[in-house]
């Protein structure tokens, strides 16, 4: 009886999770950047808010309110020879606790020759016990250029809680030319409260981001460097293989976004996503 009702509620739990899929492309049409094919499948959908002078911005919604345990969303976006994207959330992504498989995100995105691309979510808050797989591949041509920005918050820090466990697991690969230039995998499970706590892993911080920059040289590194007095987080920033990353660790996750705001506008020259200001 017992194995029937476990069976039972298994089957209820898979068939009441979330599914979402957003795939599309943006081509320049005389000298502007315009949507050419979309495809929007499950809980996950993307607006366009009206066309800016040459660029195009998309902001991603995920009717379900949330990610929860057993959920797969996934997003692929191509931005074309010469077109210029930028894409945001309209609202901070949420990670529920999960009590049975871990939710799974995978997120592709690609650049043609001479194309810029912005992938700039607000934030992603692990909830306690939450359980998640993210992977995130980048293909850029030689010639494209890439601002990301991604912030993980561990508890919903502003209510006074924390993550004590669970599981996040982070798989980037980006490719340049076709060759790969930056692989990397976090995985952090298990009593991660206590691991966050250690010194030399987040000497007790709440959260973390990562600023991509392509192409990045010493040069933007150092201008970047120039804000370090104003910084409230830990940030290491360096340069390799044609492009700069700065790495951010903090206490205080509003003040983490404010310093990774910081470094964007530094790093762009333009502003962000409106979103971002409210």
């Not at 002078?53 to 998309?58: F, T, V």
Request: glycine share 12%.
């Amino acid at each position: 009886m017992r194995t029937d009702t476990t069976s039972a509620t298994s089957a209820i739990f898979a068939a009441n999770r979330a599914q979402g899929a957003v795939t599309f492309d943006v081509q320049q049409v005389e000298g502007a950047t315009r949507r050419r094919q979309l495809h929007e499948s499950g809980s996950l959908r993307v607006r366009f808010p009206s066309p800016e002078a040459e660029g195009l911005s998309a902001v991603f919604v995920n009717t379900a309110g949330g990610i929860a345990g057993g959920d797969r969303f996934d997003i692929d976006i191509a931005a074309g020879e010469g077109s210029r994207l930028a894409v945001t959330t309209a609202a901070a992504e949420k990670i529920y606790r999960a009590q049975g498989p871990a939710a799974e995100v995978n997120i592709a995105l690609k650049a043609a020759a001479g194309a810029h691309l912005a992938w700039l979510p607000q934030e992603t808050i692990l909830f306690d016990r939450a359980r998640v797989s993210r992977r995130i591949d980048i293909d850029l041509a030689e010639g494209a250029s890439l601002l990301l920005c991604e912030i993980v918050v561990f508890g919903r820090t502003a209510m006074g809680e924390r993550m004590r466990s669970g599981e996040f697991v982070d798989r980037w690969r980006m490719r340049r030319g076709g060759r790969l230039v930056f692989a990397e995998n976090i995985r952090l499970d298990g009593d991660i409260g206590e691991k966050l706590a250690r010194p030399a892993v987040a000497n007790g911080g709440v959260a973390i981001g990562t600023a991509l920059i392509v192409p990045g040289d010493e040069a933007l590194v150092e201008r970047i460097r120039g804000l370090s007095d104003s910084f409230g987080s830990e940030i290491g920033i360096s340069c390799w293989n044609g492009f700069a990353m700065a790495r951010f660790c903090g206490q205080d996750a509003a003040r983490l976004r404010a310093d990774m705001m910081a470094v964007l506008g530094r790093a762009s020259g333009v502003g962000l996503p409106r979103l971002w200001l409210n």
